[in-house]
């Protein structure tokens, strides 16, 4: 089993903000397996909270398993061009796709409940992310800040359309209108990429209570004043996000 305990370091907050009662959001980060997982629940009756904890801990079942049967994460299988560390990523979405619509389907107080979700993978100086719905993954290297996913949403594809601009998109009362989301139908299409890490690099995943409030720009201010300290990063981008609004943070690099 890989361990990248000594090329990783991650922290992690989440935060119910100051509007509801309880947070829908559930993180998992292990720098040993390379692993970072992060939902944001949908739903009534507090399901959107069981709908983003289905989705981490299967994720992190189908994880745990592959590494167990020493799936070479670390290799491109011989037979494909296709990272085994991707197959590994998409079957981990697919299960808890299955888990979550099951649950819904039994249980009348869970219908309709479904959550964003992103997995990544790091290794072999890669990152391999698969994403599903509006929270996002960010990069900062050197002076750039990056956003590398892209929303499945309402507003991206009014933006897409030229129907919008960017700018018109921070004011919209269409914000949480999602395209995709794990759980809602009985299959579900995640999206899939892979990047080059370098030394140095930060990835910040977060759910939409950080960026939907705060601006990228000072998102990025606030990673580059405590870059030192990714625990107290994580702390002060929520305090951001609490002050500008609401929700949930987690940097790591």
Known sequence: MPNLSQALEMAG?????LVRDHNEDTIHFDAEKGLVVLADGMGGYNAGEVASGIAVEM???????????NAPLHLQRPDSLWP??????????????QSIYGTAQSQPQCAGMGTTLICALFYDSRV??????DSRVYRLRADEFLQLTRDHSYLQVQIDSGLITREEAKHSEHKNLVTRAVGIDSGVQAELHEYPVLPGDIYLFCSDG?????????IADTIIAFNNNLALNATQLVQLANDMGVETIFPLS
């Open 84 to 97: 085994a560390a991707h197959d590994v990523l998409m079957a981990a979405v697919h299960y808890a796709n």
């Open 210 to 218: 950080l960026s939907d409030m705060a601006d990228d720009a000072d």
């Open 13 to 17: 907050l989440t935060d119910a903000g």
């Open 59 to 69: 994720v992190c079942h189908v994880v745990h398993d592959a590494m167990q049967s």
């Open 128 to 133: 391999a992310i698969a994403h599903v719905g």
